[in-house]
């Protein structure tokens, strides 16, 4: 199964719908493709949707860097919505958590590139102190 994209717009701010694998040979390369021709188009705040994405790999993080500093570098954004627990952990290992904006849900990812405006964002302390009470290993699960 391939990663398939989905474009939408809400209020002026591109949406990608993300459905499939985030992996190497599966996705990497189209959102690879996707990114810097929507930045090439001017269009530099972007929204990617994960509600359903199965898996990201290294491959597909990698892809997300690339993409987010491209689009930094032109003044804009990528805001990442409805990421599942398994992926926030995966950006947690990788410390990459530091350089991503989560949000709950879409049109708080959308809020946030209107200054005006206020923004929940996704709690990454509160999701981290919330784990520390689990028994689980949080690395079990992480690529699935």
């Known amino acids: 199964m391939s990663l398939h994209i989905e474009q939408r717009e809400s209020e002026g701010i591109v949406i990608l719908d993300l459905k499939g694998p985030l992996t190497l040979d599966h996705g990497d390369l189209e959102l690879r493709d996707r990114l810097p021709a929507l930045h090439q188009s001017g269009r530099v705040n972007i929204v990617l949707n994960f509600k359903d994405v199965s898996k990201i790999d290294s491959t597909g993080l990698g ?82």
Do not use: M, W, Y
Request: include cysteine; aromatic fraction near 10%; charged fraction near 25%.
């Open 63 to 144: 892809t997300l860097v690339f993409g987010l500093a491209r689009l930094r570098k032109s003044g804009g954004g990528l805001a990442l919505a409805d990421i599942n627990r398994s992926h926030v952990e995966l950006f947690l290992l990788t410390k990459l958590a530091i350089a991503f904006e989560f949000f709950e849900d879409e049109q708080e990812a959308v809020n946030s590139f209107f200054p005006n405006r206020p923004v929940k964002r996704f709690d990454i302390l509160d999701f981290v102190q919330g784990r520390e009470g689990c028994d689980s290993d949080p690395g079990v699960g992480l690529l699935e």
